[in-house]
Nanobody, 120 residues
Framework: QVQLVESGGGLVQPGGSLRLSCAASGSIISIFSMGWYRQAPGKQRELVATIIHGHIPDYTDSVKGRFTISRDNAKNTVSLQMNSLKPEDTAVYYC??????????????WGQGTNVSVSS
């Protein structure tokens, strides 16, 4: 079994910062891509940032220059540093990873989501 557990969400004022973290655990053989998605109320889930080992991270246009994704391959973790937060960044943020694990088919796994609220 594979689990992704997120942490770090919360309430912040516009212009503030938050750091989200996600840890993958289980009988993991390899993690290919890791990323963050978000879903705002009444909207579809969208990709925020993704990182593949050995590749340049990719970001959705609305967060470029403000968010930074990073991963620690040794610890099977991915983080999202969010700066200059705006009210429109308010959403539930989900961690996602493409994982190969013992006894399981390679597939995409999701965390449970963490709330980020940007408001004055």
């Amino acid at each position: 079994q594979v689990q992704l557990v997120e942490s770090g969400g919360g309430l912040v004022q516009p212009g503030g910062s938050l750091r989200l973290s996600c840890a993958a655990s289980g009988s993991i053989i390899s993690i290919f891509s890791m990323g963050w998605y978000r879903q705002a109320p009444g909207k579809q889930r969208e990709l925020v940032a993704t990182i593949i080992h050995g590749h340049i991270p990719d970001y959705t246009d609305s967060v470029k220059g403000r968010f930074t994704i990073s991963r620690d391959n040794a610890k099977n973790t991915v983080s999202l540093q969010m700066n200059s937060l705006k009210p429109e960044d308010t959403a539930v943020y989900y961690c996602n990873a493409d994982i190969s694990a013992r006894g399981l088919q390679r597939g995409f796994y999701w965390g449970q989501g963490t709330n980020v609220s940007v408001s004055s």
